[in-house]
């Protein structure tokens, strides 16, 4: 089975301090992405991966920075937290997308983050 | 981004058949998908269709896709009890990524 694992399943920060998300999988896929689940707005993109220290701004940028070094992590940056940065991160990993194939994608089990 | 709407909420019973409807506006999207989120989980992967097909069954899972009405639907045979969750309806563009609606909140009643 796949498995995509984010470390942390509940934090709490303090406003203005640094925040790592970390997100591993253990399939060899190439893409990875960085979603933000907050009731009523269903899940929006933060930012995503298709290779090795290749990043996408998606919908929801600002605020956070990423970082793929290696091909199974992926790590979620907040530079200085702040309190409407509070929800639920979710890391999502899929193969390359080529046509009728890679249309798999798996999510972790999320991370709470509250900022205090 | 792209617009995908579905309904808030949905109450069905135990038995029935739930059925939980979904637009979308992007015609270019290749999959479109059904995730399940139970309390304090992350996103089970249910089922997804190809923009190609206009039906897909899994078990007691069926996916209908009206591609000119942009126009998805999940209906769950003999619901059940623990089939309580939030249902996203998502679809994906070429590279994988994906645009989500808000979710349907579904409770099974006895």
């Known amino acids: 089975d796949v498995k995509v694992t984010q470390s942390s399943r509940y934090l709490v920060k303090r406003t203005g301090e640094k925040v790592f998300l970390e997100c591993v999988q253990d399939?060899?896929?190439?893409?990875m992405f960085w979603y933000r689940q907050d009731p009523g707005l269903g899940l929006r993109l933060i930012y995503f991966s298709y290779d090795v220290k290749m990043k996408e701004k998606g919908d929801i940028p600002e605020g956070y920075s990423v970082s793929r070094e290696k091909k199974e992590r992926f790590s979620l940056i907040l530079e200085s937290a702040s309190t409407n940065q509070t929800s639920m991160y979710l890391c999502?990993?899929?193969?390359?997308?080529?046509?009728?194939?890679?249309?798999?994608?798996?999510f972790g089990e999320g991370s709470w983050l509250t900022v205090v | 981004g792209e617009d995908v709407e579905q309904s808030l909420f949905l109450s069905v019973r135990e038995g029935d058949s739930s059925v939980i409807n979904c637009t979308y506006t992007?015609?270019?999207?290749?999959?479109l998908y059904w995730y399940k989120q139970e309390p304090g989980a992350g996103l089970q992967l249910l089922t997804y269709?190809?923009?190609?097909?206009d039906m897909k069954q899994d078990q007691r899972l069926t996916v209908l896709l009206n591609k000119k009405d942009k126009h998805l639907s999940l209906r769950i045979a003999d619901t059940q009890t623990g089939d309580s969750a939030i249902y996203f309806c998502a679809e994906a563009d070429s590279w994988g990524k994906l645009q989500f609606g808000a979710g349907t909140q579904v409770v099974v009643t006895p």
């Open positions: 999502a990993s899929s193969p390359l997308w080529r046509g009728t194939s890679g249309n798999t994608i798996y």
């Open positions: 399939m060899d896929h190439e893409n």
């Open positions: 269709i190809f923009s190609n097909m």
């Open positions: 992007d015609s270019s999207s290749t999959y």
